[in-house]
């Protein structure tokens, strides 16, 4: 009963420094999205993939690039981590063909100093 | 562009109380309407997902309805416990290309 796994659970960058947000999801789901979540917000979309192969940006992608590696794992890089990066980075994953929800997992605190 | 408002922002209210947290949502062609509970610390996790041709879903003690031709959810609470206490969220999915649209929520605190 994994079902959506994101690693790391907590992160300190410094500004400038690389990294990536890995997400792995059991349920073989075809779609998968990465969001962030800043106080008094609401999740905002960065990137989501429709289904094995494919990519497409969501409502803030700037900054931040995706990998879909194969059907369960989708990543997240920040290539030159800055301050406004600091956020919660949420991974989820639904079945896009009927009336699913979607499936999360429980979050990277990323904090960029 | 959908745009999604929860009222209340937040409710403190004692054990016991039946409770009513609203989403309204600008753009009424929606193909579903979610709701979900986020935990201090954690993922959210699905409440009730409601389709566009339906107009309410029941699981326990939570019922959600939907009035698309207003743009309005509700979200009931029947005798709120203290395991009720957390952050509340809808999102309505417009299907196109699968993306759900957030409020903000509304953070409940249920008293005992």
């Known amino acids: 009963n994994a079902g959506v796994t994101q690693t790391p659970k907590f992160q300190v960058l410094k500004t400038g420094q690389s990294m990536t947000l890995q997400c792995a999801q059991d349920m073989n789901h075809n779609s998968m999205y990465w969001y962030r979540q800043d106080p008094g917000m609401g999740l905002r979309l960065i990137y989501y993939?429709?289904?094995?192969?494919?990519?497409d940006k969501g409502e803030v992608p700037n900054g931040y690039n995706v990998s879909r590696l194969n059907k369960r794992e989708f990543s997240l890089r920040l290539e030159s981590a800055a301050p406004s990066q600091t956020s919660v980075y949420f991974c989820?994953?639904?079945?896009?063909?009927?009336?699913?929800?979607?499936?999360f997992g429980d979050g990277t605190r990323l904090s960029i100093l | 562009k959908q745009e999604v408002t929860q009222i209340p922002a937040a409710l403190s209210v004692p054990e016991g109380e039946n409770l009513v947290l609203n989403c309204s949502f600008t753009d009424s062609a929606i193909y579903n309407l979610q709701w979900f509970r986020q935990d201090p610390g954690k993922g959210l996790t699905s409440l009730l997902l409601?389709?566009?041709s339906q107009r309410e879903q029941t699981s326990g003690r939570l019922n959600a309805s939907l009035d698309k031709s207003s743009g309005r959810s509700t979200l009931y609470i029947a005798a709120s416990q203290p395991g009720d206490s957390a952050t509340y969220l809808c999102?309505?999915?417009?299907?196109?290309?699968?993306?759900?649209?957030w409020g903000a929520g509304t953070k409940l605190i249920i008293k005992p």
């Open positions: 993939s429709a289904s094995e192969g494919t990519t």
């Open positions: 989820a994953s639904r079945w896009t063909d009927s009336n699913q929800p979607q499936h």
């Open positions: 999102a309505p999915d417009s299907g196109s290309n699968y993306q759900l649209i």
């Open positions: 409601i389709q566009s």
